[in-house]
Structure formats: structure tokens, C-alpha cells
């Protein structure tokens, strides 16, 4: 038996993992009692990765081999690799030069390795010449990037997970840590148990099994959490709980800030939040006065249309109480998937660029067509998921390549989904899983490597990049995801037609940063010169992909990253082989850093964090007569996304066994309705059907639905008659105007007996 050190690629946790196996096949998994995201643990997902890699899984549930499809609705034929690439090339190329290349479109995911990631990026916006690169994490952590942005500087989480065993107040907002980051949450039962004065608040507007730890419940209304933030610090100011010294110190925009809150008094806000006055006095107390308070927040705030105000509101509670920078003391939001942070770091979404650069800084662009040798970056924005799929609906976009997601279950609003799905001329997928719902609108599927299978790297939620390991081959002739792109990326550079230098003092007239590494070898610096340099048509020309290996593509994000933020060019896969380190980790460092902000300098142009004025809007599409209810949607504790993997086992259905809506029981009795009755829930996009349960975690007027069913359990269909499938045949596109996430926790339903 060989042992393989990985790391589990469900959650943002980011658990170490041995991975047992013989020959070719895992036959088995036990937590990394080195690593320190977890020192051994794993929750009932991570503990069974094994048997979801087992050979009857993978015959009966992975794409083997790359299929194509002649014609929509045709059952896909098999073709091998260089026919199915060949094939995209000409498709892609074919529609960039008719329409331009933001006519095509990538929407990638927070569970490709930061490699995968960066080439995407580069494919998009160095080849392509479009900024339409957007992934799943859109759905996840946009507003969370937004609101450190916008307050604190950078895109950067200042605590790390030991910031746990230190504070003396823990304030859980919309996370239901239980069941979404179980490891952690293990830590934060330790550490209320080791230090029993330790203080939780938990809000939510559900009464999720993490309550369970809290000594104060504060069950928010939908969508209210800028108010409460606003309320809080109104109290704060009150009181004199406040940190002037610190706000005049390491702060600006505060007396705008002041005059905001002003009106958000007690009564007001505890009528509009739900909660009693007396614990909003409670909470703003043992946030400000404890020695050290630690938020933990996730997609409550997130998925929301005011989901940058709401995380730049609780960050301004931070700043005011001057809870941030210290042990046990920060604003910490936790993202929901494994790699979502090391998306961010490649700037592979349609705002950003590498190393956490900006889209609409000149300077940037500049900086990264440099350091990619190509002539420019585009400066138009692109488009962010839901916009994306609103082109191909709207036949702007023609080509979708879509990577290791599956919107066709994850996005809100499906029926625009399935729409954009069919309109589109070509559809790529390229995918783990045959089984997953947008499998059945690909023109060609290119089967990936998953899990067990990879090697790469992954940065979880306390900005640790952690070594992904392959402990066994590729099933069928399933490619690596960087591998599939920088081969199809090199066959559509011989499509396109060159680009031209930059004339000198064009557009991006900055300094040219260091070239990147290209040597394949560690360490070996060989700088390049800018594509098409003394070429054109007819003349042979360098690739911008030349990697033959993971590292050699991480050596070059690696340079990408000197000098920024996040810079990491200390480190090399020879010092991660060793450890999980955290960043920045600058040459000449021997640790990585813990926490940011210590020093009380922030990474913006005055040295100071800024406080954010921000207004409190009502969710987008608040209840009413027709459609009485809140419908919100969360994880189960057993299951992970569309439940491609751990729908493959029966053991993962024993906690939860069907999809059911949930009402408080008053509702279900109000409404003369028994539980285990059949209801329709209908929103004004669609309708599903499913079992109502009675529950006390929900409250009066809210309904709950998990988020990971799909078409083999929950059926539905659209207002227009379309067949659909999920929740998300019921949720909202709308979203935040800053983060561009959607709304994907609120909705408003009508629920009637079916
Ligand atoms: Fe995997 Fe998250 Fe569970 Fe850790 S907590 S084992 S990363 S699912």
C-alpha cells in the first residue's frame, strides 16, 4: 500500500489528507495529523473521499474519454483527443473571428487548482483577448472580496484559524459552521470547552445546529444584517465602546460613517432585524469590550444583493472597536470551496488580474500583458456568471467553455440557464462526472481528473496554499485540467491571427515589471520576449503556454505575485512538499504570516483603512401577499454541491435522505397542512414539489431548502412550462451591484398543498 499527502477538496477548510492505495486504485483516506487546518480530523465528507473514487464509482459516474455531439439532443460519440481539440479550436476560432472574442465565454469553478485556474485566466485574457472569465466562486465569495477591498485595502483575510483558541468573543453571522466547515467548527467547540468565558454570538436567521454553541442568538430577518451592523455600532457609540485612538490612528470616513448610523437606533433596529433590544446591547457589548473578537462569516452575507455592504459593514465594527490585527481579533469570512481563495489570487474572475491587480487600473493591465509577453489586456470588464449566461440567452455570447461546475444546477434563475445552455452555438464542458446536469447540453464533453488524480496546489480560508497530490492514474483517457487548456490553448493561438506589439507608449504606458520564470526547472529564470515580437502571419511563433508541468505553470504565478499583497516568491513546491505555508511569504522569509494588519498599516494609498458608509437596502425581492414566504437555501451536513460525489454513496443519505421544504410548524398549521404532505413551492421563475417538514430552526413566514438536489431528486418546472430541476429553479438572479453575486439566500415563494 502506497500513502500520498493531498488535501480534501470539498471545503474552504482545506483538510489535510493521506490518500492509501494500491496499483491504481484509492482504497482508502485518513486525515494529515500534520496538517494544520485540521492536525488529523475529517468530517463524514472527507472520510469517505475514498469510497467515492472506488472503481464501481468511477465506471458508473466519470467521464472517460472526450464525446462529441453531431447534432443537440444526439447521444454523444466518442473521438479522441486531438479530433475533440482540434474541434473546439475551430469552433472557438471560428466565432472569435466573426464576432470578436467577447462573444465567447469561460466559466470556470473554486474547485480547479490554482494552475488550472491560471491558465484559464491566461487563456481568456492573454490569448483570447477577452476579460469573460468568471467561475462559480462569483457564487461564493465576490462580496467578501469586494468588502476587504473596499475597507480594508486588499483582498486578504486577516485571521487565521488559530485566531479560534484566542478570542474572547466569537460572532458567527450567517454561516451554519457546523455542517459547511464541520473541522473548524470542531475547533471552535474545543475552544469554547478549554476557555468556557468565551463568548459566542451566532446570527442567523435560521436556528441552525451551530446555535447550539452560542450564548447569545440573534435570528436576523432576511437580508436586514447592514441594519443590525449600523444598529451595533449606533450602540457602540453610545456607549463609549468604541476605539477613538485606534480609528484616528488606522482609519478614515468615520464621521460619515457616524452620521449614517446615527439613525439606526435601537428601537428601530430591533424592529427591523427581529431582535430584542436588550440582546442588541448584549452583542454590541461582547463584541466591542472583549479582549478580542473574531467574526466568522460566510454566504449569509455573501449571496446577497447588498453582499458588499453587508461585509463591509461588519468590518467597520472591526475598525471602530479596533478588533483586528491582534490574536483571537478580525473579520474572517470562510469560503465555501477548497480553492476559491487561490482563484482569486490568479485573478481569474472577470474583474480581476493576477496576483490580486485590478481590471480597471491601467497600470495593472500593463503589469500583467508584461509579464505575460503579449501587447495588451483588455480592458473592457466581462462578464460575471450571471451576466454571462444572460449573453448566451441573449445570443450575445456564442461559445461557453464551462470547467468543473455545474451551472446547470448551481446558478439561480435556471430556466435563463437552460436557456443560454441551448442558444449557445458550442458548448464545451469539460468535467470529472458525466452525470452532472449541464453534461446534457454539451456539444463536446473532455473528460478531467479529480480528485486522487491531481497534482497542483490549493489556498483555503486563512490564505494557506497546500500541495495537491496525484496517488493514482487517470481513469480512461481523462487529462489534467491545465493540461486540457494549454493544449487546446496552443492549437487556437495557430487559429488566431497575431497580435501586434503595443506601439510604444500606448495603451498600459507603465514601468515593465520582471518578467516571469518560463525556465521549467526551479528556480531557472528565463525571461521572454513579448509575443509576436519580429513575427505575423507565416512566421513560427512562441507559445504563451509552454508548460510541461503544474510547477512550471505555479513558478510563473509565482513571479506574477512579487511585490504585491500575496506575494509568494519565497516559497516553491520543494518548501510545500514539506509544508502548508500561509501568504505572503516574500523571498527571504522562513514563515509565512499568521495575520495581517498587526503593524496597523493597510495596503491602501494612505496607509489607513477605510471606513465604508454603506446603506442598508431590503432583499431584492422582499415577500408580499402572492408570495407570502422567505425562501432561503444552505448545505447539508453529508453533502457537497450538486452531490456529483457524494451522491455516489448511500452511507452520506443517512442524515438527511430527501429533499424536503421546511416551515415553522405554526406555518405548516396556519396553512392546514400536515407534515409529509406534497407542496408546490413557487416563486414568480418556477415551481418544485417536494415533502413540507416541520421545523424550529426556521422562523415564522421563512421556508428553507437545501441547495444540493438535483434532477434525480427535485423536479420542476419553469413559469413558462420549461422542465427544471433544484431550488434554483426558484431563486432570483438578482445581484449585489458591486460583487455582482447573486441573491441565491432569498426568494420570495407562495406554498400551496400539491
Ligand atoms: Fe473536507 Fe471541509 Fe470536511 Fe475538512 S471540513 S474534511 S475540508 S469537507
Not at 473514487?53 to 455531439?69: C, D, E, F, K, N
Not at 462526472?433 to 473528460?447: K, V
Request: proline letters at 7%; aromatic letters at 8%; hydrophobic letters at 35%.
Amino acid at each position: 500500500m502506497r500513502e500520498t499527502k493531498s488535501t480534501c477538496p470539498y471545503c474552504g477548510v482545506g483538510c489535510g489528507v493521506i490518500i492509501q492505495s494500491e496499483g491504481d486504485q484509492i482504497t482508502g483516506v485518513r486525515g494529515d495529523p500534520a496538517h494544520p487546518a485540521n492536525f488529523g480530523r475529517l468530517c463524514t465528507k472527507g472520510s469517505t473521499l475514498h469510497l467515492t473514487a472506488s472503481a464501481t464509482v468511477t465506471r458508473q459516474t466519470r467521464l472517460l474519454h472526450p464525446l462529441l455531439r453531431e447534432r443537440r439532443g444526439d447521444k454523444p460519440v466518442r473521438v479522441d483527443w486531438q479530433a475533440a481539440l482540434d474541434t473546439a479550436a475551430d469552433r472557438f476560432a471560428q466565432v472569435i473571428r466573426a464576432h470578436g472574442p467577447d462573444a465567447v465565454g469561460f466559466y470556470v469553478s473554486g474547485q480547479l487548482l490554482t494552475e488550472d485556474y491560471y491558465v484559464f485566466n491566461k487563456l481568456a485574457k492573454g490569448l483570447v483577448g477577452t476579460n469573460n472569465i468568471d467561475t462559480n466562486s462569483r457564487l461564493c465569495m465576490s462580496s467578501a472580496v469586494a468588502g476587504y477591498k473596499m475597507t480594508l485595502g486588499a483582498d486578504a483575510p486577516p485571521a487565521c484559524y488559530d485566531d479560534v483558541n484566542h478570542a474572547d468573543c466569537l460572532f458567527i453571522v450567517g454561516s451554519n459552521t457546523a455542517f459547511a466547515h464541520p473541522i473548524l467548527f470542531r475547533r471552535i467547540e474545543e475552544a469554547k470547552a478549554t476557555r468556557p468565558g468565551t463568548k459566542m454570538i451566532f446570527c442567523d436567521p435560521r436556528r441552525t445546529d451551530t446555535a447550539e454553541l452560542a450564548d447569545l442568538y440573534l435570528p436576523v430577518q432576511p437580508g436586514t444584517d447592514v441594519m443590525l451592523f449600523h444598529g451595533l455600532l449606533h450602540i457602540m457609540l453610545w456607549e463609549g465602546w468604541t476605539q477613538p485612538d485606534y480609528i484616528a490612528a488606522h482609519t478614515s470616513g468615520f464621521d460619515e460613517l457616524k452620521a449614517l448610523v446615527r439613525e439606526c437606533t435601537p428601537e428601530h433596529v430591533a424592529q427591523v432585524c427581529g431582535i430584542p433590544k436588550e440582546d442588541l446591547f448584549t452583542a454590541a457589548r461582547w463584541f466591542a469590550t472583549s479582549p478580542a473578537t473574531l467574526s466568522l462569516y460566510c454566504q449569509g452575507l455573501n449571496q446577497s444583493a447588498n453582499g458588499t455592504a453587508k461585509n463591509a459593514a461588519l468590518i467597520n465594527l472591526h475598525l471602530a472597536t479596533a478588533q483586528v490585527g491582534r490574536p483571537g481579533a478580525g473579520p474572517f469570512s470562510l469560503t465555501g470551496q477548497p480553492n476559491a481563495m487561490g482563484g482569486r489570487e490568479v485573478g481569474g474572475l472577470a474583474n480581476l488580474l493576477s496576483a490580486h491587480r485590478d481590471l480597471a487600473n491601467p497600470q495593472h493591465r500593463a503589469e500583467v500583458a508584461a509579464l505575460w509577453g503579449v501587447p495588451s489586456v483588455p480592458e473592457k470588464p466581462g462578464k460575471t456568471a450571471v451576466e454571462m449566461f444572460q449573453a448566451a440567452a441573449d445570443g450575445e455570447i456564442r461559445a461557453l467553455w464551462i470547467a468543473c461546475t455545474n451551472p446547470a444546477q448551481s446558478m439561480p434563475d435556471q430556466a435563463t440557464v437552460k436557456r443560454a445552455l441551448q442558444r449557445a452555438e458550442f458548448v464545451v464542458v469539460q468535467e470529472a462526472f458525466a452525470t452532472t446536469e449541464t453534461c446534457d447540453y454539451a456539444d463536446l464533453l473532455l473528460p478531467a481528473t479529480t480528485w486522487g488524480e491531481k497534482e497542483g496546489t490549493v489556498t483555503n480560508s486563512e490564505r494557506r496554499i497546500s500541495r495537491v497530490r496525484a496517488a493514482v492514474a487517470a481513469p480512461g483517457s481523462a487529462r489534467h485540467d491545465w493540461e486540457i487548456v494549454v493544449d487546446f490553448a496552443q492549437r487556437l493561438e495557430g487559429r488566431l491571427p497575431s497580435p501586434q506589439p503595443s506601439p510604444a507608449g500606448g495603451r498600459g504606458n507603465a514601468p515593465t515589471p520582471a518578467l516571469p520564470q518560463r525556465g521549467r526547472e526551479q528556480g531557472t529564470e528565463t525571461p521572454s520576449p513579448p509575443w509576436g515580437e519580429g513575427g505575423g502571419e507565416g512566421h513560427a511563433r512562441r507559445t504563451l503556454f509552454p508548460y510541461a508541468t503544474p510547477e512550471a505553470i505555479w513558478l510563473e504565478h509565482r513571479a506574477s505575485t512579487r511585490g504585491r499583497d500575496l506575494d509568494i516568491t519565497g516559497l516553491t513546491y520543494a518548501l510545500l512538499e514539506a509544508a502548508p505555508r500561509q501568504w505572503p511569504f516574500p523571498a527571504g522569509a522562513t514563515e509565512g504570516r499568521a495575520r495581517l494588519y498587526e503593524d496597523g498599516l493597510f495596503p491602501t494609498p494612505d496607509g489607513k483603512a477605510k471606513f465604508a458608509a454603506v446603506l442598508y437596502e431590503p432583499v431584492a425581492e422582499p415577500r408580499e401577499s402572492r408570495y407570502p414566504f422567505s425562501l432561503t437555501t444552505g448545505r447539508l451536513r453529508d453533502q457537497w454541491h450538486g452531490m456529483s460525489r457524494t451522491g455516489t454513496l448511500g452511507r452520506l443519505f443517512g442524515h438527511v435522505p430527501e429533499p424536503v421544504v421546511q416551515l415553522h410548524p405554526q406555518d405548516i398549521q396556519r396553512r392546514g397542512l400536515q407534515e409529509g404532505d406534497l407542496v408546490h413551492v413557487t416563486s414568480k421563475r418556477g415551481s418544485i414539489v417536494l415533502p413540507v417538514q416541520a421545523s424550529t430552526e426556521v422562523g415564522l413566514g421563512q421556508a428553507f431548502i437545501a441547495m444540493h438536489w438535483g434532477p434525480s431528486f427535485l423536479s420542476g418546472v419553469s413559469s413558462t412550462g420549461e422542465r427544471l430541476a433544484g431550488v434554483n429553479a426558484l431563486t432570483t438572479s438578482a445581484y449585489c451591484p458591486t460583487s455582482k453575486q447573486p441573491e441565491l439566500k432569498h426568494a420570495a415563494v407562495k406554498i400551496l398543498k400539491a
